[in-house]
């Protein structure tokens, strides 16, 4: 898979809008980005993917950097059930691989 | 809303014992995976299965364990001979056939090895 980067953790006060960010400097052109979210003591879960365009759904936008090299997942409220460890992950589906490699993601911690 | 479900929640087990984990996948999918998370650490992959045979594996995956899909609806993974470092969160997906890499989770099984 692509290396991505994030930041080990951010904060957020409930009700605001929090920016995760992602690298992907080394993308290729048919990788897709994945953002995937752990809540304690739970399985992962999916959150939303894109290629190229900026993406919504009703859990979150996608929004992806011209280039490609970067993206931010967009949650537009956090509440209190938002805190968890957020995934950016790029799988080698171009090689027929569908494994998601799980870096140690964002743990994104949400104040009341 | 259709999820993936997984018996039973919590395991334990003596060394040397086999296990099997079982997962039922969302209906209509035809990607099954398994996962582990040893506590604390990440999310690995363990083994992706489509169309009745296994399509990767991970080096974890080794001759101790294997997967199968007995009926239409149950998933497995059995370890023939538990070790201590066995222990982990055990996570079953799976997948549509026209999106593989967006897999649903289920809420894993806990194994324990004593």
């Known amino acids: 898979d692509a290396k991505t980067t994030q930041p080990n953790s951010m904060e957020s006060n409930e009700e605001e809008p929090v920016h995760l960010p992602c690298n992907h400097s080394t993308i290729s052109g048919t990788d897709y980005i994945h953002w995937y979210r752990q809540l304690p003591s739970q399985g992962p879960e999916y959150v939303i993917h894109g290629l190229t365009s900026n993406v919504n759904n009703r859990m979150a936008s996608l929004a992806i950097a011209e280039d490609r090299k970067s993206s931010t997942l967009i949650l537009h409220r956090a509440t209190l059930r938002d805190a968890a460890v957020y995934y950016c992950?790029?799988?080698?589906?171009?090689?027929?691989?569908?494994?998601?490699?799980f870096g140690k993601g964002t743990k994104l911690s949400v104040i009341p | 809303e259709p999820e993936v479900t997984q018996t039973p929640s919590h395991q334990v087990t003596q060394m040397g014992q086999e296990v099997i984990l079982r997962c039922v996948p969302i209906?209509?999918?035809?990607?099954f995976y398994w996962y582990r998370q040893i506590l604390g650490q990440k999310v690995e992959f363990l083994v992706s299965f489509y169309n009745n045979e296994i399509s990767e594996k991970s080096e974890i995956f080794d001759d101790q364990f294997s997967v199968e899909r007995p009926d239409g609806s149950n998933f497995t993974l059995k370890i023939r001979s538990t070790k201590l470092e066995d222990s982990a969160m055990y996570f079953c997906?799976?997948?549509?056939?026209?999106?593989?890499?967006?897999?649903?989770f289920g809420p894993g099984t806990r194994l324990l090895v004593l």
């Open positions: 997906a799976s997948s549509e056939f026209g999106s593989p890499e967006t897999q649903y």
């Open positions: 992950i790029l799988p080698n589906s171009g090689a027929g691989s569908y494994q998601l490699t």
């Open positions: 209906s209509n999918h035809l990607y």
